[in-house]
């Protein structure tokens, strides 16, 4: 055990990481058969091919899952991901023999970091697949969560830096259950204690500003302000053999740790993505993975935080620790 999502056995990771840009993008290569699901609670989110993974859709198996920055122009990076696959044959195969790669895809918007107009594009996905491996995933400022932000309503200055972390637990009997989650939180994140270790902090430097109480500030002002990009997206996988419905109920359960750790979540702010994902190797009781599947999240989330390093003029939680109780 690693404690990253490649403890799920077949599971690669690929990050792709510009740090003069501040983006990037994070691949996750699935085994064959793997059977995927989704659950999305933000306001405002940036994805494609979700709906293709809901119960009700035929389509059963996903050859990866690519989470990006860029907000929406970073959805081109997909692209690369399925130019990849193609050329290893991996995807849908069509009656006609046609291979098409089924890639859902998430983003988060860090557009306001680093050099404007570098954006995650075709090739950093191809790049990201080529970098996949089942190392150990590399946590912190690399790949989707290079640019990401904590509590930026008062701009870079007072905001706290994000990025990628990963968490898995054993289960028993070789049945796993990992998360990779991408920190890009509008809300606040708290520590095992309950108390803020991320945030917006306050101007005279003093300390957290707690944004569930700034957002009183916003209680009657209709629509919501702009300048408030923000989001948590991320995977959840596991090696249980599980329906569609009941990995899609993983992803489902699994937004509660979202919901434990960043406050408030899930707003019109965010655009809250979770996937998940069955390599379908050891039967299991749905309830118990998606129980854990929300600590792994929380964990990861947690993790993402302790291991970012400052960049583009937002500070880290490892630069400010020895400034103020976090």
């Not at 050859?63 to 990076?77: E, I, P, T």
């Not at 970098?131 to 309503?153: K, L």
């Not at 009941?246 to 992803?251: F, G, L, R, T, Y």
Request: a negative charge.
């Amino acid at each position: 055990m690693n404690n990253t999502l490649t403890d799920v056995p077949g599971i690669l990771v690929g990050h792709a990481t510009h740090l003069e840009g501040a983006t990037g993008c994070t691949v996750i290569l699935c085994p064959l058969g793997t059977v995927g699901g989704v659950d999305q609670r933000g306001g405002g989110p940036g994805t494609r091919e979700t709906d293709l993974l809901r119960p009700t859709r035929g389509m059963e198996q996903v050859n990866a899952v690519l989470l990006a920055g860029g907000s929406a122009f970073g959805l081109a990076a997909a692209d690369g991901a399925m130019r990849y696959l193609e050329e290893h044959e991996t995807g849908y195969r069509a009656i006609s023999g046609v291979i098409v790669p089924i890639v859902p895809t998430a983003i988060v918007f860090d557009l306001l970091v680093g050099q404007p107009g570098i954006r995650p594009d075709a090739a950093m996905g191809y790049a990201a697949c080529e970098a996949a491996v089942s190392d150990p995933v590399p946590q912190g400022t690399v790949g989707a969560g290079t640019g990401c932000r904590i509590g930026a309503m008062w701009g870079n200055e007072f905001a706290m830096k994000g990025g990628v972390g990963s968490a898995s637990v054993d289960l028993g009997d070789g049945l796993v259950v990992a998360a990779l989650m991408v920190v890009n939180a509008v809300g606040d994140i708290l520590n095992e204690h309950g108390a803020i270790m991320a945030g917006m902090r306050q101007q005279d430097g003093n300390g957290f500003a707690d944004m569930l109480h700034q957002f009183k500030s916003l209680a009657q002002v209709i629509p919501p302000q702009a300048g408030r990009e923000n989001t948590v997206i991320g995977v959840v996988a596991t090696n249980a053999r599980l329906s569609k419905a009941h990995i899609n109920k993983v992803a489902e359960m699994g937004q509660a740790g979202v919901a434990r750790v960043v406050r408030p979540a899930h707003t019109m702010h965010d655009g809250d993505t979770l996937f998940s994902l069955a390599t379908g190797e050891i039967p299991a009781n749905v309830s118990v993975v998606g129980a854990y599947a929300a600590e792994v999240v929380a964990t990861a989330i947690r993790n993402a935080v302790r291991a970012a390093v400052s960049l583009g003029g937002v500070r880290s939680w490892q630069e400010i620790n020895s400034s103020f109780k976090v």
